[in-house]
């Protein structure tokens, strides 16, 4: 690839935008089953004795970290996914737009005019 110049499929782009549909919607099902799991652990390191008042913070706080970092990572997928179709459709748009144009100038050097005017004589 020359220096300056950019390829780009807009319909694979299309296609991994698609693709990556799925990733919130999987990051959301980890997210569940993260909670539904740490009910199970809940009660391991006791409620209200010493050594629960001692580890309990930490250990909500260590579960709640985790559970923004899921939500972080589906927000970004969701934006990633987002920006991907975008940009797909912007290229698309554009290659549409230049094909259209290429079309025009061709029916326009096909008709016969003034040979002032340039074109085909």
Wanted: proline fraction near 6%.
């Amino acid at each position: 690839m020359a220096p300056g110049k950019f390829i780009a499929n807009p319909g694979r782009m299309r296609q991994g935008g698609e693709m990556m549909e799925e990733l919130p919607a999987r990051v959301k099902r980890i997210s569940e089953n993260f909670i539904s799991d740490m009910q199970s652990y809940y009660p391991w390191p006791g409620i209200d004795d010493d050594f629960a008042l001692e580890t309990r913070p930490k250990y909500d706080a260590n579960n709640q970290a985790c559970l923004d970092l899921l939500t972080a990572i589906g927000g970004a997928f969701t934006g990633l996914r987002h920006a991907v179709l975008s940009n797909s459709r912007h290229i698309e748009g554009v290659s549409s737009d230049a094909r259209d144009e290429i079309d025009r100038q061709m029916s326009s050097l096909d008709t016969p005019d003034d040979s002032s005017q340039g074109g085909r004589h």
